[in-house]
């Protein structure tokens, strides 16, 4: 009899850890309606999306069956310490599309390597590369911020930034805009820790995409926009 009670008091507070662990700890499913395949699996720890040793989410391609998504998270948060923190695959192909780098929710990653990086998963174009440390776009040697047309190859965005501010030392664009098709520079923007500067010409040149003529410029120092009058001599812009 005693033992028998023993057993029981076993069974029942295992039964109360188990219930408890699947108050705290939830595994959700969800299956395509048609094929029943999996598509997500989310992992949560107290309401939050969480895993410590694995993708708190996973998604797959309902057809297919191909991965095409994780995220490595941390209490809610994006996090991965020695890789990616979120993957993502094309769901026909299966191959890789895109990865982002970040610790605790920020995008970030050491080295000199990018943080973001998207690619077409038909051609292989970089179509997209952002450098980033601790939350702030920042690159020294490069521009930290690069976005390019997929089906072309050209680059339409490109900034050059430090601790997140446009920013570069050399008499060249800290932001420039192509057209994806033409190829030419609608936008020119100098700048200097942040601030529209430029020594010896126009901080800022916009050009028609067609034909690339220069259509408006400004001319600015120190974040101060001047106005060049006929004897040379800057100036305020009119109010």
Known sequence: MCLNLTFSAVCC????VTDLIEEILELRLQRDPKTRRVVSRRLSLDGRLHCEDGP???????ITGHRTRQEFRMHGDLHAENGPAMIIWDGVSGKLVEECYLKD???HRSGGLPAIYRQSPTNGVVAREEYHLNGNAHRVDGPAILFREEETGITTQEEWRISDSLHRATDDPAFTCRDPHTGVVTYEEYCH?????RENGPAII????????VFSEEYWRNGQRIVPNQQGLEEPPPP
Do not use: L, P
């Open 13 to 16: 507070i295992f039964a109360t």
């Open 56 to 62: 708190a989410i996973e998604e797959f391609d309902g």
């Open 105 to 107: 929710g920020s995008y």
């Open 193 to 197: 820790y942040g601030e529209k500067h």
């Open 206 to 213: 916009e050009r028609n995409r067609q034909t690339g003529e």
